[in-house]
């Protein structure tokens, strides 16, 4: 596997990480624990470093997988996780809050549930509008200095928030939504991260499973898979939104791929401190996601990707209102 820096730090990891979030949260019923560890440890296996978790995983749970599969493979591998919610007492999440202390509170128990020492990448998970950036970077520069936190990350964040983030305690990533499905970040965001000397770390890059061509309007989701609330994955827009899984497979099938790979090697092509972290629940998704690594897109096939994707209006919003709330734009 090919490696990567994130930006001007110096954060080396594998060219496609693991995003962890699907095995324990969010997709459908939780894996079972040992099959989720197993599909990690193969992840390491086959070169990859970079894997991708957070308390509201579960919440919890996703961390403790994570920090149980990987605690053999401490020294080769990247954790990164975030903060940024509020649970009760019962651990039920309940909303936001960056106040400097819960951060700490939190920031303690996530060193437990990894088993780590220090946490390689922490990422504020979503802005909280009731505290200065400037308070939440402060808090996150203080950690790094006494040794629980690497690196610090935004996640959903938008340019005026970074800059003053950076400002405070210098950003090694910003974890958003991109994909072929989703290119809102490439008007503002990705011109302020390559300024800035900021990686970036797409979440969904197959468009949470859209982009692999395994799902139309017809296809069924489990009842606790949050894709029903999610108004681009109603029926209607499913079935509106085929045009960009075609284009997807029209160039898969001239490079001899899958549509996965290709939307994997559109991300990968687009910038070389650009680091996708696609999730799978299942090995041979893993295998075939990894191979999105090596398939090659010249200029010229980018080029036509954006022209024909650029003909395409994709329908329905990628949130629940709820949801959408918390995206810091």
Known sequence: MQKRTLGNSNLEVSALGLGCMGLSFGFGPA?????????????VERGVTFFDTAQVYGPFLNEEVVGEALEPFRE????????????????????????PEHIRQMTEGSLKRLRVDAIDLYYQHRVDPNVPIEDVAGTIKELIEEGKVKHFGLSEAGVGTIRRAHAVQPVTALQSEYSLFWREPEEKILPALEELGIGFVPFSPLGKGFLTGKIDETTAFDPTDFRNTVPRFSAENRKANQAVVDLVKRIAAEKSATPAQIALAWCLAKKPWIVPIPGTTKLHRLEENLGGAIVTLTEDDLRQIDEASSEITIQGARYGEGSQKMVDR
């Not at 894996?31 to 992840?43: F, K, S, V």
């Not at 009760?88 to 809050?97: E, F, R």
């Open 76 to 99: 080769q591998v990247v954790i990164a996780t975030k903060f940024g919610f509020d649970f009760d007492a019962a651990g039920k999440q309940i909303g936001l809050s960056s106040r």
């Open 31 to 43: 894996t079972d624990t040992q099959e989720a560890i197993a599909l990690i440890r193969a992840a």
